[in-house]
């Protein structure tokens, strides 16, 4: 258990009453409502100038966003509206660039900012509440996968990690000769894809119970905690894990296995579906881009986590607080 998941569990021991918490939305349903709020912290998530590997406002402003839209996503809902606070040794210029970034965003996905605060600070924080609609659509629950569900991943996984340790090597030339794929995994870092109308699908079509994770912890994350919550454990074919493969001049391949597995803030969409469901309208995810790399399991004695039949016993998952 890292410490983030031993802070959860006090702060559900702790409370009266816990029922909303365990997924990444809470879901509010007599108000056909998902909420999810995310916090990003200066050299914890992100970098300023002049630091190597530094983001812009105009780019932080839309990546706050889009993390915090990959957590509706992930619930089967349609993101609407939302407040964002800032904090930190702000100026006009860093908060136009920062705002230019969030509406350029908002337009992307329909979406309407409805209030905020501003604080100073020594370094800069962004947190962010998003509030999602859910009706006419079936919400995902990590605690929604059953033994025979398809598993279905999509997105590139292990490139924003490769992308972040470039940017975080000054004059980096391991991509000597393939700068383009260099210019990917930085974009990759920067500016995660999401996918809205595999979310949409999912939720309109589904006719049960179904288990769907945004990835931004590290596949191998998503992977626990919906083993953990649904009690159950995964069969994956890692060949069919979608990924960016680059082999450089002396013959390393990247992103290797780990970082594939635990890189984090790829914000990919892991879905667990039944398999009558998949049947019904997987064909229409497979066209969208989603890729069908294995089964939910049970096994006796213990849920595990196997990919391509060995189980994984070293956890590199993300820390939030490190």
Known sequence: MNKEEAFLNIISKTLSDSSFLGDDCAYLKEYNLAVSSDTLVEDVHFRLKPNVGAISPYALGKKALL???????????????????????????????????????????????????????????VSITIFGNTKNRMVSSRAGAKEGYIVLLVGEHGSSAVGLSVLNAANCNIFLGKEAFKGDFIQAHIEPKLYPKISETVATKAKNPYAMMDTSDGLYDALKKISKASNVGFNIDYDKVPKKCVALQDGT???????????????????????????????????????EIGTVTKTPGGNKILIDNKEIGEDLRFEHFE
């Open 67 to 125: 993390v915090n839209i990959s957590d509706i996503l992930a619930a089967g809902a349609k993101p609407e509206y939302l407040t964002i606070s800032l904090s930190g040794s702000l100026d006009a210029e860093f908060l136009e660039e920062f705002y230019k970034g969030v509406d350029e965003t908002c337009k992307t996905f329909d979406l309407k900012v409805i209030g905020g605060d501003l604080t100073g600070g020594d370094k800069v924080s």
């Open 253 to 291: 391949k990247i992103p290797d296995f780990n970082t594939v597995l635990f890189g984090g803030e790829d914000y990919g969409l892991l879905i667990c579906v039944d398999k009558k469901d998949f049947d019904t309208f997987g064909a229409e995810l497979l066209s969208l881009g989603a890729a």
